[in-house]
């Protein structure tokens, strides 16, 4: 997984006074979640475009004042109106333990269903996992090449080296759901070919023996004028 830096500075005062005063200079109350004691700090605004829009997870390395902190993004609130970041929080990680955060899902290839009419459904955007931050990857990759209509893929059906899943394995990641227009496949429309030319037969096996007779003499009769 990839690592971004934050550079930030120490709060040496908290409360809701403080908090104004901070995003009126354009920048972003944060805290640290520590197993010991949480640490305030606050930073630029500007300093999470490339950790909060992007499609992949990051790690974080916060500067705070010259000390640093391995961390990893826990939540964070925005404006109602305005969309402007009001808090961030981050927990504190360790290289010897393991993690647990979200991480994005990628859909890779063309799912079969998709290509006979169907519509193509993501039910999950993340997935919750656990593992060392060393062994945890930009994104998960689903491959929904094989996903037929009326099928999906839940998160007992996935697994990735070194990382373990948390959502219960019954939860829908993606599924390929039935649209208004169905192309039918080769064998469908084969199928179809082959019924109605069996209905054709039947048909012609139970017309009646002096039907067939008139049939024939009405065709020599156009024979005959022609």
Do not use: W
């Amino acid at each position: 997984m990839k690592t971004i830096e934050i550079k930030g500075s120490f709060r040496n005062e908290v409360g809701k006074k403080n908090t104004r005063e901070i995003r009126k200079t354009g920048n972003v109350p944060c805290i640290i979640y520590e197993k010991e004691n949480n640490i305030n700090f606050s930073t630029q605004e500007s300093s999470f475009k490339n950790l909060v829009y992007t499609h992949e997870a990051h790690l974080v390395n916060l500067d705070i004042d010259g000390k640093i902190f391995k961390a990893v993004l826990h939540d964070m609130q925005f404006h109602p109106v305005t969309d402007k970041i009001l808090h961030a929080d981050f927990v504190q990680i360790f290289d010897n333990k393991p993690i647990i955060m979200d991480i994005p899902v990628v859909m890779t290839g063309d799912a079969v269903g998709v290509k006979a009419g169907g519509k193509l459904s993501i039910k999950r955007r993340t997935l919750k996992v656990k593992g060392l931050a060393v062994n945890l990857p930009d994104h998960l990759e689903v491959d929904v090449t094989d996903l037929k209509i009326h099928h999906s893929i839940k998160v007992g059906d996935v697994a990735f080296d070194k990382i373990e899943l948390l959502d219960p394995k019954i939860v829908t990641i993606v599924t390929v759901s039935t649209s208004r227009v169905v192309v039918k496949t080769d064998e469908e429309l084969a199928a179809e070919a082959a019924v109605v030319a069996a209905e054709g037969a039947e048909a012609v096996a139970e017309t009646p023996a002096d039907e067939k007779g008139k049939d024939k003499e009405k065709g020599k009769e156009k024979e005959k004028k022609a």
